[in-house]
């Protein structure tokens, strides 16, 4: 992995959640200065201020899709890059106070992508129990081990149950057991150089909400076959009907078609902002590039962002 070391990386804490042990999954991550942050948007918040050099948030589960609140504020709220994604396995335990069996419980905590993704389990063996939101899975285990009672339980991770001295109730109750998360790595500048098997994330924003205007993004991919492992449409909080598409694709920026097709979407639409290029997790390769021409604004617009690759190091 090419990507430049940070000494300090914000994630979404506190200790023992899925993202700490997907980070620690990183072993040139995993020796830096890791620093737990309430939520998603305070872990953004600090590497656009400068407080922390990279933060590391979940952005997308198998069963739930996208972790809104990453993306929205990555489309919205912050200028930051991608860098790194990292998938990992997701098991899901209910855990409590160490005496405290199924029938005790009236009450569940966890972080409500995690209480979606053990949804047939809480029907069919808690339905009783009341589901209380929480920052994080780790945090709802802290929550548990606060109040010592053995009717509060928490939908956690084993890690956290282990940190805050709690017994598993129930293990692997997510709802598929193929359950992953992915989880990004973000940072303010400095596009990774390429690998050979990477993927581009982009948000296309259209002039206007009209007959064609998705196939007319989407025709600039197929023109150069171009894969697409990710389309979403997410509001784009100018009023109900109003929508963006945050696409990611199969490819790096400095691929010859990928920067066609960017410099295609530039000219035709509203706006295209740039989220990162990135080493690709599944090790798929791109389809060879085709040539191209280089002559307008648009191609000072992608010349602007491809002068922030790091070369290359062995």
Known sequence: MTTAVASRIGYLGPAGTFTEEALLTQEDLASC??????SIDAVLEAVSSGAVEMGFVPIENSIEGTVSATIDSLIFDHDLLIVREVVIDIHLHLVGMPGAALADVTEVWSYPHAIAQCRRFAASRVPNAVLRASNSTADAARLVAETKEPRVAAIAPNMAAKIYQLAVIEANIEDHSDNQTRFILVRTQRIPAPTGSDKTSVVCFQRSDQPGSLFSILAEFYARNINLTKLESRPSKRGLGQYCFAIEFDGHISDH??????????????????????????????????????????????????????????
């Open 33 to 38: 200065d890791l620093v737990p942050f309430a």
């Open 257 to 314: 078609d990928v920067a066609d097709t960017l410099v295609g979407l530039k000219r035709k639409l509203a706006d295209v902002k740039f989220l990162g290029s990135f080493p690709n997790s599944t090790n798929q390769f791109p389809s060879e590039p085709h040539q191209f021409d280089q002559s307008d604004s648009a191609w000072n617009w992608l010349g602007g962002i491809r002068s922030q690759i790091e070369k290359a190091t062995d």
